[in-house]
């Protein structure tokens, strides 16, 4: 295997004989494979389109068989491979219906028969020896990897019926991209880079709208983090749609819903918060589950990304659904949580010894683009009294690195006029600091989970039009951390947009190459972080 979609990978350089993650090579392969496959279902897709045939279930498959690929979303390969077969199937059918001859390998794709064929497959596949150029290479990776986290986003607005047929073009486009017998060159690859930045501004806008015409325009909320008495089910990954699904079958049955990690955000939604069961938050972000789980006595639900290998103590208690899958877990489909209920129900909960161990905390979220911008007027009146001197965007994915501390003590060392916007689950390295308020508006402000980036975009754009500037002349300084690949989306969005100055870490990305990474500093002036009080000092201290 070869991997090094993420931020954790081997060395700093690549998984090969086993993920970090815990992914197998067996995943590995298959999941390259899948990757294969898309492409050259793209091809057909493309073609079909030129001959005015969009096909629905074609574009969902796509983005569902990405997503799947990316880090820390699947790890059982019998649905990975039937994931596989169904990409191969809809590419034959395709080609079928509009007539288009199997005129090179990726056209001819069929799996292997048996595992030795399987790895020699993989190999062709793998994206380490398709493009033979370092540079045209690293540029084909990250190409990839920001096209998995645009298939992300785009599948979370599909389960709420919002679909654009022109970014299924655009991921077509992408996946299909130096695949189609052409040699692009340097700048070639740069600027497909780039239009995967913009395709995922456009899938990051429509799950924006999916999720606000959904369950209303997040409002700000008081979330406890202390659990009550009760039986429980904890609530974790990005799927609003699943939450409310739940919270629904779950009324009425004398069970309390928590949020963990990327779902603490819901409980600012209007419809969400409108079911008294939804009582708190418990945990804090992905890589802590084997530590935060086996104290939570309840059902324990992943909807999607993170989950980690679960530890045996807790294991028989975790469920999946939707794209999320680990072997030996149990995997409920269709939006039936019945089994999940069932067993929480057969659980003993929390007790009122348990409760007794958690101090009476709350924090507060639902500072979307709606509520800030509500606010805007009070915001640069602040900025123009001299009363809020910076804003920071300081948010990102988590991970285990111990170089992540970075983020908590940036936020800690900032001067007390400043304010901090964040998002993700990067947020739980300070979510529960108490930074006090400028005005009245406090200083951290959560804006959501990784998928609401669109909700800084947004605010920062509104900012740059309110002060009749650009974004880079804003007091606003963006101090990303990354780890999967809708980071990876989510940095090509802002570097399509200009934005320059970003600070990245913990570290930079292993799919980077020299040239590439000299292109991105020297024309996007990205800066990887150094240590908080250096960084704020030549921040704050810039003229
Ligand atoms: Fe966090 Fe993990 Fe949100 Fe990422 S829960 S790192 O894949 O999606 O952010
Ligand atoms: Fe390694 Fe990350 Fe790939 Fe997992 S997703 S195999 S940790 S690079």
New binding site residues.
């Given amino acids: 295997m070869f991997c090094n979609q993420c931020e954790q990978t081997a060395r700093g350089i690549a998984c090969n004989k086993a993920g970090v993650c815990g992914k197998t090579d067996e995943v590995a392969t298959t999941q390259d494979l899948i990757v294969y496959a898309l492409r050259g279902l793209a091809l057909v897709a493309l073609e079909a389109r030129k001959k005015q045939i969009v096909d629905k279930e074609t574009d969902r498959l796509t983005v569902k068989a990405l997503f799947s690929t ?3 979303v699947n790890f059982d390969n019998d649905a990975l491979v039937a994931l596989l077969k169904e990409v191969i199937s809809a590419r034959k059918e395709l080609m079928k219906k509009i007539s288009m001859p199997a005129s090179s390998p990726l056209l001819n794709f069929e799996l292997a028969g048996s595992e030795q064929a399987l790895q020699e497959q993989a190999k062709l596949a793998s994206i380490e020896t398709l493009v033979n150029d370092q540079d045209c290479n690293s540029l084909a990776q990250t190409l990839l990897f920001g096209l998995k986290g645009v298939a992300a986003y785009a599948d979370h607005a599909a389960i709420l019926e919002k679909e654009d047929p022109e970014l299924y073009a655009d991921i077509y486009r992408g996946l299909s991209f130096g695949f189609d017998g052409k040699t692009p060159s340097l700048t070639e690859w740069i600027d497909a880079v780039l239009n995967c930045g913009k395709a995922n501004l456009r899938a990051m806008e429509l799950l924006d709208a999916a999720n606000t015409e959904t369950y209303g325009q997040p409002v700000p909320t008081e979330v406890s983090l202390a659990p009550i008495e009760g039986k429980a089910i904890l609530v974790s990954g ?1 799927d609003l749609k699943d939450l409310y699904d739940l919270l629904n079958q779950t009324a009425g049955k004398g069970i309390n819903i928590y949020t963990h ?2 779902m603490l955000p819901t409980h600012a939604y209007p419809k969400l918060k409108q079911f008294p069961h939804l009582v708190g938050h418990f945990g804090t ?2 890589q802590n589950q084997a530590k935060e789980f086996p104290n939570f006595p309840g059902a324990i639900l992943f909807t999607t ?2 989950i980690q290998r679960p530890a045996e103590e807790y294991a028989k208690n975790v469920f999946t659904t939707g794209l999320v899958g680990y072997p030996g877990v149990t995997h409920v489909k269709n939006g039936d949580f019945s089994k999940v209920i069932e067993h929480a129900l057969s659980l003993k909960g929390f007790t009122k010894e348990d409760i007794a161990k958690y101090p009476q905390k709350k924090i507060l979220v639902g500072f979307g683009h709606n509520t800030v911008l509500g606010v805007a007027d009070k915001v640069i009146d602040g900025v123009k009294s001299g009363a809020i001197k910076h804003f920071f965007l300081v948010g990102g ?3 285990a690195k111990p170089g992540r501390n970075y983020y908590t003590e940036f936020v800690e060392k900032t001067p007390k006029d400043t304010i901090i916007l964040t998002l ?2 990067g947020k739980f390295r300070f979510f529960d600091k108490q930074l006090g308020d400028i005005g009245g508006i406090p200083r951290l402000l959560d804006v959501g ?3 609401d980036a669109f909700g800084a975009v947004k605010i920062a754009l509104a900012l740059a039009d309110a002060f009749k500037c650009g974004v880079n002349e804003l007091p606003l300084t963006l101090v990303l951390s990354w ?2 690949q ?2 990876v989306a989510i940095l090509l969005t802002l570097l399509s947009l200009g934005i320059k100055g970003i600070y990245l870490g913990p570290s930079l990305p292993a799919f980077l190459s020299p040239a590439v990474l000299d292109t991105l500093v020297k024309t996007f002036d990205i800066k990887p972080i150094s240590t908080p009080g250096e960084d704020l000092n030549t921040i704050l201290n810039k003229k």
């Fill in positions: 990316l880090t820390n990005h990690g990327e972000a992905w990304n993170c994915c988590d991970g993700a689950c989970q990784c998928n780890y999967e809708k980071a």
